[in-house]
């Protein structure tokens, strides 16, 4: 079972109910409740059969959301498949510069490094803003005494020159314990790493090593919970999954103590920890009906689907935004 469908087992809502065979493949249901907010898809395919494969990869933290979609949609076009894939968001980025998927979930912006190498095989792409995160670090429910850090005190366990250095709770501050720091976190393919190491230790990339990486956020939750002295992050979904194991910290960036929450990341407070979400769509891809369709689905119930799978919706202007700007990658070429 991958990242992503594990964390669709937390979307059986009123809106959007997730049987127990997503995990092996199974389709997501709406209820036939008149309130609910996943709407039928909507678009200028809507009423035709349509068929194929919209092939995605990339961000394991975007994934659980585009898999929501994807299980959504194919209740309306039951031969369109749309398997998504976890590689991270470096190596989705990958695949798609090379021209093997059609879509890539990102949880940060693509680099030029990575712009060049779709250019270089004719890959024209969007950029498309679907959610928020508010990127959430997490400690053992048995740890008393971190309930908030600051980002200083991040950078001390984290940044390059803390590896075999910082080894315990008491060398981030003589006030912690002297409890073994054990850390996890995201492998250096992950969008997530790339963002926290830039906003904490100020480069994207630079880390110390002597951590437990992983592409899986179930690694994480397994390591940082079976740890006393155990410390990691990952997107606020996964947290909310894994609320009965973990604790999340308080993040005080200068202005006091800020929890992770969709009122705190959609106002601002939570800094620097709250970033945007992102799916790109080839140029290509989106000339095909399957995928026109699919877009149409996805962002014409953007909102409603992010709030089911415990997503932060985006906020009035962001979504008027998203829209605008599918409808013009449908009007090109």
């Known amino acids: 079972m991958t990242s992503g469908q594990r964390r669709l087992s937390a979307v059986a809502t009123a809106a959007l109910v997730v049987s127990l065979a997503a995990a092996c493949g199974g389709d997501a249901k709406p209820s036939g409740d ?30 659980p959301l585009t898999q929501a979609a994807s299980e959504l949609f194919g209740e309306e076009q039951p031969q369109v498949k749309v398997p998504v894939g976890t590689s991270g968001t470096g190596g989705g980025f990958e695949r798609f510069c090379a021209g093997e998927t059609d879509i890539s979930n990102a949880s940060r912006p693509i680099k030029d490094e990575e712009k060049a190498a779709c250019e270089a095989k004719g890959i024209k792409f969007t950029e498309l803003t ?54 996890y976190g995201p492998g250096t393919d992950s969008g997530t790493f790339d963002y926290f190491t830039d906003e904490i230790n100020g480069e994207e990339g630079a880390s110390r090593k002597d951590y437990s990486p992983s592409e899986n956020d179930n690694d994480i939750v397994t390591g940082v919970s079976g740890a006393k002295g155990g410390l990691g992050y990952f997107g606020f979904t996964y947290f909310e999954e894994n609320a009965d194991k973990l604790k999340a910290v308080e993040i005080d960036s200068g202005s006091g103590c800020v929890a992770p929450s969709v009122e705190t990341a959609q106002g601002g407070t939570y800094t620097p920890l709250a970033r945007p979400l992102f799916i790109y769509p080839s140029a290509a891809a989106a000339k095909r009906p399957e995928v026109v369709a699919f877009l149409d689905y996805y962002v014409g119930n953007i909102n409603a689907i ?15 935004k998203l829209k605008a700007d599918v409808t013009a990658l449908k009007s090109q070429g």
């Open 306 to 320: 992010a709030k089911d799978a415990k997503f932060i919706p985006l906020n009035a202007e962001q979504e008027a």
């Open 130 to 183: 679907v959610a928020t995160d508010a990127l959430t670090v997490v400690v053992p429910k048995e740890n008393d005494w971190a309930t908030c850090l600051t980002t200083d005190q991040l950078k001390k366990m984290w940044e390059p020159a803390a590896e075999g250095k910082v080894k315990t709770w008491k060398d981030v501050d003589p006030k912690f314990p002297a409890e073994e720091l054990k850390l």
């Open 34 to 63: 008149s309130t609910s907010s996943a709407a039928p898809a909507q678009s200028s395919e809507a009423g035709t059969a349509l068929s194929g494969e919209i092939k995605v990869d990339g961000s394991s933290t975007v994934a």
